[in-house]
């Protein structure tokens, strides 16, 4: 594309890598929606934005016409849905480039602050996060608080105003001397005097420190200042030229003058550029001659280069399309991944940051840290209480052929004395202790409708002379016939409609069957094992 506007001759330029890291932000092409597919809801169109190195570029633009989201885009907050951006030579996120991070300060609408800590406390903790030493941070705190005018630093910032909750919210971001500064709104209700002194601080910024500072604002005023102006509405950039050349360019007394006339051709986009100049503005006709030969196209035509993308609707309606296409921006070098950068997973200073305001938070906050370590332990100990221990009192169903209708042994016994007879009813004692009822039936018929009507858990079936075949059983060792086999088996069947209590039971079975067993042996003054 080529084509003269004003005088000037705007030649081809072919886009780069090397072209977007000359300047602090270059945003191409960025669109952003919010919604679904049906019910888009469009916040950057197209828009192209750039802001060089060492200047102070206003933002300019009615509440809702996307500042905030692309400023939120630039810092890394949020990514867009096409185009790309570049920050201070690289693309924010990207590996290397910084962004986020200390290289940019960003001031957002909304405090981000801990109520709870003091201005000193606030400050200190974003220095360490930033990397600077005690040091520095207090001769740059001195600096601050005098500059914004706060109150006295050990104040909470939950009791200061919120006029003084942004002042420490943009102390916080000119503390560490970014590169790249981005203010949204920073001077929202501060006195006038105040306001001065702040634009006087930035732009001695701009002028020793070569920072760049991009800042958005709702009084057109005092944009004045800035160095360039980009005007946005409506997720479009309308025009980006220092407030002296658009002034002049529109003939126009103020800046909100120039806005206006802007905005209404941007709603006339695609009508004539003719009946634009005599209806809206023929006043300026003298001013602005290239609006009389404007043609009309159906689109609107971006310059190609890195200066100037953003020319104002009537410069680039003026600009004659030649058929030359400009080549797609190159991807990005990538930035080869050692191991190394594997393990960089936090900064010593990050981590310092950190926990010292954890603990700070913590000293702060003692009832809530109470409780926020007591709750888990009650609430582990009420559920161990109620739900959590072994069910108790279970019934079985005891069928003894051996004593029939006995589920313990009827008289007492020294557990010391090597007692041979009605073993069945000392099993079912050691069954007993482990907090089962056992309920006696004359067969096994019975006992098991009992479990099947759900009246029982279990059926524990002992056979007939159980004592006898179990005393030959360990006599006869390997050597035992199936008929002293069988008749030592107890024969168990569960109710299995619930796992966790026939596991449970199956547990307590083994484990009456092992006391049993090494009471036996005690008692004898046999190894416990020749009966296990």
Known sequence: M????????????????????????AVRRACKTYGTKSNKHIILDSLNMTVPKGCIYGLLGASGCGKTTLLSCIVGRRRLNSGEIWVLGGQPGSRGSGVPGPRVGYMPQENALYGEFTIRETLKYFGWVAGM????????????????????????????????????????TFLHDPEL???????????????????????????????????????????????????????????????????????????????????????????????????????????????????????????????????????????????????????????????????????????????WKNLLWMSRNFGVMMFTVAM??????????????????LKLAVVNNELPGVVSCPYGYNTSDCYMNDLSCRYLDHLAARKHHLVSYENYDEAWYAVKKGWAWGVVDIPSNFSDFLIQRIEDGRFADDIALNGSDIDIQLDMSNQQIAAMLSRDFYLALEDFSTEMAESCNVSAKLLS
């Open 2 to 25: 080529s084509g003269t506007v004003g005088g000037r001759r705007l030649m081809p330029q072919q886009s780069t890598v090397w072209a977007r890291r000359q300047n602090a932000v």
């Open 181 to 355: 500064l981005i203010l949204d709104e920073p001077t929202v209700g501060v006195d006038p005097v105040l306001r001065q002194r702040i634009w006087d601080y930035l732009v001695e910024l701009v002028a020793n420190k070569t920072t760049t500072i991009i800042i958005t604002t709702h009084y057109i005023d005092e944009t004045k200042q800035a160095t360039t102006i980009g005007l946005m509405r409506g997720g479009k950039m309308l025009a980006e030229e220092s407030p002296d050349e658009l002034l002049q360019r529109y003939n126009s007394d103020s800046l909100e003058d120039a806005f206006l006339k802007l905005s209404i051709l941007q709603n006339r986009g695609k009508r004539r550029r003719s009946s634009i100049t005599s209806n809206i503005i023929a006043a300026n006709a003298a001013a602005i001659p290239e609006l009389q030969d404007v043609q009309d196209f159906e689109t609107q035509s971006e310059i190609s280069g890195e200066f100037g993308d953003n020319m104002s609707l009537a410069n680039k309606s003026a600009i004659q399309d030649t058929g030359t296409v400009v080549d797609p921006v190159p991807p990005e070098d990538e930035v080869e991944i050692t191991w190394k950068d594997h393990l960089k997973i936090i900064t010593p200073h990050h981590m310092k940051a950190l926990i």
């Open 376 to 393: 888990p332990i009650l609430q582990t100990t009420f559920f161990c209480l109620s739900i959590g221990h072994d069910p108790i009192g």
């Open 133 to 172: 030493n005690n040091e520095e941070i207090k001769t740059k705190m001195d600096f601050l608080l005098d500059l914004l005018q706060l109150p006295f630093p050990d104040r909470a910032v939950k009791n200061l105003s919120g006029g003084q909750q942004r002042r420490v919210s943009m102390a916080a």
